[in-house]
């Protein structure tokens, strides 16, 4: 025999030994409590689980009501930051427009100072003005006529300048360095 078994026996005149003896003389009795009491406990859990269903789905549709309100709080807030990141560019556009307006009138005043000076600069060191003796653009001096004249395209124009070795240099510095921005410049756009 078990040994739950022997110690109900000996505990026959106990609270056990009361249960142990309704047991085994109703056990349809006991049967039926057994599944009453099992009944109510499994009811109760499936009350239990049922009010646990049901708290969850309501946290689920709080969880995505939270989620859709959210989403349309970033879509609103996405469009805010592109209006005014838009708003910004469209601020420093205009700025650099401006910025650039200025400049190119600076340097267009600039280089209308430069044409006038070297203008004037021509117009006193033309080498007709310089040297009346040579003659005219088209060759007809005195010494033209005698062969002394420089015959062909090499001879000066109308428009020559004279310019001292100084300048001579200077223009020449300046060319190249001009011509070497620009090259600089045509590698750096492509």
């Not at 005149?13 to 099992?38: D, E």
């Not at 203008?119 to 033309?126: I, L, P, Q």
Request: proline fraction near 2%; hydrophobic fraction near 45%.
């Amino acid at each position: 025999m078990s040994a739950f078994l022997i110690l109900l026996r000996t505990l026959g005149g106990s609270a056990l030994g009361a249960v142990w003896r309704f047991i085994t003389a109703n056990p349809w009795r006991t049967a039926a409590l057994a599944l009453s009491l099992i009944y109510v406990w499994q009811g109760h859990k499936i009350k239990v689980t049922a009010a646990d269903l049901d708290q969850a789905r309501s946290a689920l549709v709080e969880e995505q009501s939270g989620r859709l309100a959210d989403r349309h709080q970033w879509a609103a807030a996405s469009e805010l930051s592109a209006k005014i990141w838009g708003a910004v560019l469209a601020a420093q556009r205009l700025q650099f427009q401006q910025e650039k307006d200025k400049a190119d009138e600076k340097a267009q005043q600039m280089v209308a100072g430069y044409a006038a000076r070297a203008d004037d600069y021509a117009r006193r060191m033309r080498f007709s003005a310089l040297c009346p003796a040579a003659g005219s653009a088209t060759g007809q001096s005195s010494g033209a006529q005698q062969g002394h004249a420089a015959q062909g395209s090499d001879r000066p124009g109308a428009d020559a300048v004279i310019l001292s070795r100084a300048d001579f240099d200077i223009l020449n510095d300046n060319t190249r360095r001009l011509k070497a921005a620009h090259d600089w410049a045509l590698e750096v756009g492509q």
